[in-house]
């Protein structure tokens, strides 16, 4: 089972940018797709991003298209997400997800280790 860590949330005004960082541990990710999702309050967790196994397809959310960019770095076992022009809706834990197939197929119960996720807040 791989680990997952997420690190660089945090409050940031409307327009603003953020660079969430995942890094894996006790296995390494470089076969299998990844994800990011996230969950407001009140909300059901939703699917944000997604990279294949070798970076070289991505996935988005329709509000996440032109402004976030889902990359991996299989080298070093991580997975980040670039936002920017970031709005108040963006507001939500974002949680790094681990798929157990190559590709992603745009199926939620196919990412089966999660990390604990990080806040992001998005101020007017």
């Known amino acids: 089972q791989v680990q997952l860590v997420e690190s660089g949330g945090g409050l940031v005004q409307a327009g603003g940018s953020l660079r969430l960082s995942c890094a894996a541990s006790g296995r390494t990710i470089s076969s299998f797709a990844m994800g990011w999702f996230r969950q407001a309050p009140g909300k059901e967790r939703e699917f944000v991003a997604a990279i294949n196994w070798r970076g070289g397809a991505t996935d988005y959310t329709d509000s996440a298209k032109g402004r976030f960019t889902i990359s991996r770095d299989n080298a070093k076992n991580a997975v980040y997400l670039q936002m920017i022009s970031l709005k108040p809706e963006d507001t939500a834990v974002y949680y790094c997800?681990?798929?157990?197939?190559?590709?992603?197929?745009?199926?939620?119960?196919?990412?089966?280790?999660w990390g604990q996720g990080t806040q992001v807040t998005v101020s007017t």
């Open positions: 997800a681990a798929s157990s197939r190559p590709f992603y197929r745009g199926r939620f119960d196919d990412f089966v280790s």
